[in-house]
């Protein structure tokens, strides 16, 4: 089970820092990933990591700007985000996957083992 946290209510250019934990088994062995699902839109890709935190892959739009890593002694996964804007407004969802490589969880296509509720991010102008 994979359970998001850290959304809230921030003003444009400012940062907030998401947390997905997992319980009732390990995740270290998983590629874990960041989704985000607008009002009215479809859900896309964020930001993703292998499971030894040695390859990372973003969408264009938040490369440069959110940062994703992981703890695996603590079974979290991170996504600092800095520099944030109107358009990153968003239900945000974490995801889990075996045997597969951080760009690959771009690809809308690729199932995921494990997907957690959303935590909601608003950020105004």
């Known amino acids: 089970q994979l359970q998001a946290s850290g959304g809230g209510l921030v003003q444009a250019g400012g940062s907030l820092r998401l947390s997905c934990a997992a319980s009732g088994r390990t995740f270290s062995t998983y590629t874990a990933g960041w989704f985000r699902q607008a009002p009215g839109k479809e859900r896309e890709f964020v930001a993703a990591?292998?499971?030894?935190?040695?390859?990372?892959y973003y969408a264009d739009s938040v490369k440069g700007r959110f940062t994703i890593s992981r703890d695996n002694a603590k079974n979290t996964v991170y996504l600092e985000m800095n520099s944030l804007k109107p358009e990153d407004t968003a239900d945000y969802y974490c995801?889990?996957?075996?045997?597969?490589?951080?760009?690959?969880?771009?690809?809308?296509?690729?199932?995921?083992?494990?997907w957690g509720k959303g935590t909601l991010v608003t950020v105004s102008s």
């Open positions: 995801a889990a996957a075996t045997r597969t490589s951080a760009q690959a969880m771009a690809n809308p296509s690729r199932g995921m083992n494990y």
């Open positions: 990591i292998t499971w030894s935190g040695g390859s990372t």
